[in-house]
């Protein structure tokens, strides 16, 4: 079974940094996507970024594109996301999800696999 622990959230200042990180493990084949999606009470989730198992492939929404970036390292099955230039509207609680699909060819919201999600707060 695909399990995702996610760390690294917390409080930042507007134009501040923050790294998350997503340790994965489980996957039963070499071909798959990792990614994060953030949630705010009230709203839709967003998907925001996904890589592919191979890093050759990677995906960013409109609104964090520039400030964020994903990484992984295969080795430690561990997924980056590097958060710069915050803004409050990056205020979420962002998920580390998986799946055996294909960034960016498909919708980061409909990844099976979720992590326990992290708070992230940037405040103005």
């Known amino acids: 079974e695909v399990q995702l622990v996610e760390s690294g959230g917390g409080l930042a200042q507007a134009g501040g940094s923050l790294r998350l990180s997503c340790a994965a493990s489980?996957?039963?084949?070499?071909?798959?996507?990792i990614g994060w999606f953030r949630q705010v009470p009230g709203k839709e989730r967003e998907g925001v970024s996904c890589?592919?198992?191979?890093?050759?492939?990677?995906y960013y929404a409109d609104s964090v594109k520039g400030r964020f970036t994903i990484s992984s390292n295969n080795a430690k099955k561990t997924v980056y996301l590097q958060m710069n230039s915050l803004k409050p509207e990056d205020t979420a609680v962002y998920y580390c999800?998986?799946?055996?699909?294909?960034?960016?060819?498909?919708?980061?919201?409909?990844?099976?696999?979720w992590g326990q999600g992290t708070q992230v707060t940037v405040s103005s």
């Open positions: 890589i592919s198992s191979r890093g050759d492939n990677t």
């Open positions: 489980g996957f039963t084949s070499d071909d798959y996507a």
């Open positions: 999800v998986a799946d055996y699909l294909k960034c960016p060819e498909v919708s980061i919201l409909w990844y099976a696999h």
